[in-house]
């Protein structure tokens, strides 16, 4: 049985003084910092476990004392320094790389505003309640959005899991938010003229993504990680790799958007990305949005973002009569309950 003697705490804490009084055993390392350590003696070898917050430190150190009461052998990996939210969230960026994830620039974009907010947290000690609460704090973020972070934030947490680096997942236990039914918000056609009447004046290079956009409804991140090689001119198909899966589909281009891919193929710099800019260098496009934007401005078109342009080319499938199985496929849905949003649209039904 190992022997562990820890230190003691001080007589205003046993004595049920108020939280800020000093506890011997528990301590700020460095000043300020926010991360607090506990330091104990284990057969004569003094030990320290760096833990986060002062409260959760002193709870560790008060298990730590009824557990070598009890007899409890110690982790075998306490002499490991605690992994925190910064550096789980850097090896899960680091994963995503490795692995060619077509969605790792919005999941890096995620994980660094958690490593910025949550980051200085012990992995270990952050609990459900605090990630709902630090949710629920952005007020700004639709529910939608809510939900995407804390996708991105459990992802870590199952890849640190598999290496046992941390003890558990948090984030399993903070129940989801309604999302509703989203809603759809799709161009109509006097939009189209006018936003098609802006981009010609303001940023011409971007027509053909936005055609392209109008006739596919691929979602932005499949859009613009687009390679030539994803495309087999001779039977006109685009072959898109969906960004959550390994699974992958093919979508036949109409005349339209045939046209526009021929066009750029005859322009091509190079055999990788499609979509590339015309006023930085022919550079690959990132993201369109700020572009995007003060066309809809120029245009007087409200309430409309770039993914708009899926909801209108799915929304005009069902509404030209197209079976719902058919544009579950087109669209990538991973289930027709998600097509059967569009549904009101088919003809002969009301629309909302």
Same mark, same amino acid.
């Given at each position: 049985?190992?022997?562990?003697?820890?230190?003691?705490?001080s007589?205003?804490?046993?004595?049920?003084?108020?939280?800020?009084?000093?506890?011997?055993?528990?301590?700020?390392?460095?000043?300020?910092?926010?991360?607090?350590?506990?330091?104990?003696?284990?057969?004569?070898?003094?030990?320290?476990?760096?833990?986060?917050?002062? &409260?959760?430190?002193?709870?560790?150190?008060?298990?730590?004392k009824?557990?070598?009461?009890?007899?409890?052998?110690?982790? &075998?990996?306490?002499?490991?320094?605690?992994?925190?939210?910064?550096?789980?969230?850097?090896?899960?960026k680091?994963?995503?790389?490795?692995?060619?994830?077509?969605?790792?620039?919005?999941?890096?974009?995620?994980?660094?505003?958690?490593?910025?907010?949550?980051?200085?947290?012990?992995?270990?000690?952050?609990?459900?309640?605090?990630?709902?609460n630090?949710?629920?704090?952005?007020?700004?973020?639709?529910?939608?959005?809510?939900?995407?972070?804390?996708?991105?934030?459990?992802?870590a947490?199952?890849?640190?899991?598999? &290496?046992?680096?941390?003890?558990?997942?948090?984030?399993?236990?903070?129940?989801?938010?309604n999302?509703?039914?989203?809603?759809?918000?799709?161009?109509?056609?006097?939009?189209?003229?006018?936003?098609?009447?802006?981009?010609?004046?303001?940023?011409?290079?971007?027509?053909?993504?936005?055609?392209?956009?109008?006739?596919?409804?691929?979602?932005?991140?499949?859009?613009?990680?687009?390679?030539?090689?994803?495309?087999?001119?001779?039977?006109?198909?685009?072959?898109?790799?969906?960004?959550?899966?390994?699974? &992958?589909?093919?979508?036949?281009?109409n005349?339209?958007c045939?046209?526009?891919?021929?066009?750029?193929?005859?322009?091509?710099?190079?055999?990788?990305?499609?979509?590339?800019?015309?006023?930085?260098?022919?550079?690959?496009?990132?993201?369109?949005?700020?572009a995007?934007?003060?066309?809809?401005?120029?245009?007087?078109?409200?309430?409309?973002?770039?993914?708009c342009?899926?909801?209108?080319?799915?929304t005009?499938l069902?509404q030209?009569?197209?079976?719902l199985?058919?544009?579950?496929?087109?669209?990538?849905?991973?289930?027709?309950?998600?097509?059967?949003?569009?549904?009101h649209?088919?003809?002969?039904?009301?629309?909302?």
């Amino acid at each position: 049985m190992v022997s562990v003697v820890l230190d003691y705490c001080s007589r205003e804490l046993m004595a049920g003084k108020k939280s800020s009084a000093k506890v011997r055993g528990v301590y700020e390392r460095d000043l300020g910092s926010g991360i607090w350590w506990i330091r104990f003696t284990e057969n004569g070898k003094i030990r320290r476990e760096r833990v986060g917050r002062r &409260s959760d430190a002193i709870a560790l150190y008060q298990k730590r004392k009824a557990d070598a009461r009890a007899g409890i052998m110690l982790p &075998s990996n306490l002499g490991q320094r605690p992994l925190d939210i910064a550096e789980l969230g850097e090896e899960a960026k680091q994963w995503y790389k490795d692995h060619g994830k077509r969605d790792i620039r919005t999941f890096t974009s995620r994980m660094d505003l958690i490593i910025k907010e949550l980051g200085s947290r012990a992995a270990d000690s952050l609990k459900p309640k605090e990630i709902d609460n630090w949710l629920g704090g952005h007020s700004e973020w639709s529910p939608a959005t809510k939900n995407r972070y804390k996708t991105v934030l459990s992802k870590a947490y199952q890849l640190a899991l598999r &290496s046992d680096r941390v003890n558990r997942n948090p984030v399993r236990s903070v129940e989801r938010r309604n999302e509703g039914d989203g809603r759809i918000r799709y161009l109509r056609p006097e939009e189209e003229v006018r936003l098609k009447e802006a981009i010609k004046r303001l940023c011409p290079g971007h027509m053909p993504a936005l055609i392209f956009a109008l006739h596919t409804g691929l979602r932005k991140s499949e859009q613009f990680g687009l390679r030539w090689s994803d495309v087999d001119m001779s039977r006109r198909v685009i072959i898109v790799p969906h960004p959550k899966n390994n699974r &992958s589909r093919e979508i036949t281009m109409n005349e339209t958007c045939f046209a526009v891919i021929a066009d750029l193929y005859k322009k091509r710099p190079d055999d990788d990305r499609i979509f590339r800019s015309d006023r930085y260098n022919k550079r690959p496009i990132i993201d369109i949005r700020k572009a995007f934007e003060r066309a809809l401005k120029e245009a007087k078109i409200e309430d409309f973002t770039w993914h708009c342009l899926r909801h209108t080319f799915i929304t005009r499938l069902v509404q030209a009569g197209v079976d719902l199985r058919t544009v579950q496929y087109l669209a990538g849905h991973q289930s027709l309950a998600m097509t059967g949003r569009y549904a009101h649209f088919a003809p002969g039904l009301n629309q909302a």
